[in-house]
Structure formats: C-alpha cells, structure tokens
C-alpha cells in the first residue's frame, strides 16, 4: 500500500502561483506513474495531471494545460504540482494518486489509496 501526503496549498490571489507537493511512501517510488486529481465542492473529483515513471511524459487535463507542471524527484520520492495563472475556478482540495503502470483512463474510482489532500483557495 502506497501512502500518500500533500502538502503546498494556501490562499492566492487569481494570476498568482502555488506549488504542491505529495511524498509517497511504502513502495520504490521510481515504479509509480503520479497523479494529481482535485474536488471543488459539489463536484466529482477530477484529474488534473500525471506523470509517468522518469518524469519524460506528462498529461494533463485540458481546463489546466498551459498553466500547471506536474514534476516528480525520484530521489526525494515526491511529485510536484506547480501552479501558475491561478483562476477561482481551481478553487479545490488536491489529491495526489498513484498506479504502477501509466493509463488514460482517469477515472478516480479506479485508484486505490489517497492521501488528505491538500485545500487550494483562489480568490478574485
């Protein structure tokens, strides 16, 4: 089992930046494909981002292309989200999840474990 914490998030103004954090542990990091999901409230969660295993492919979700990064140190066993050009809309708690193997299927009832995520507030 994969555990999962997440850290980075706060209150920003719209236009500006956060970046987001998720350390992984219980299993070689360097196996697991890394994902961010979010859920604003009311809503379902949704991906937002994933990498794969060395970090050379990433996908992203089309509302957030252009304006987020998802990275990851192996070394450190941690993925990142940087977020840039923030909207109100991004307004949602961030999830980091994990797979051993990379697919576009992104829905989020398929994923095992989850971290506490981490609650991102973007003002206008």
């Known amino acids: 089992q994969v555990q999962l914490v997440e850290s980075g998030g706060g209150l920003v103004q719209a236009g500006g930046s956060l970046r987001l954090s998720c350390a992984a542990s219980g299993r070689t990091f360097s196996t697991l494909v890394m994902y961010w999901f979010r859920q604003a409230p009311g809503q379902e969660r949704e991906f937002v981002a994933a990498?794969?295993?060395?970090?050379?492919?990433?996908y992203y979700a089309d509302s957030v292309k252009g304006r987020f990064t998802i990275s990851r140190d192996n070394a450190k066993n941690t993925v990142y989200l940087q977020m840039n050009s923030l909207k109100p809309e991004d307004t949602a708690v961030y999830y980091c999840?994990?797979?051993?193997?990379?697919?576009?299927?992104?829905?989020?009832?398929?994923?095992?474990?989850w971290g506490q995520g981490t609650q991102v507030t973007v003002s206008s």
């Open positions: 990498v794969n295993w060395s970090g050379s492919n990433t």
């Open positions: 999840a994990s797979r051993t193997y990379y697919s576009s299927n992104y829905n989020y009832k398929t994923f095992g474990s």
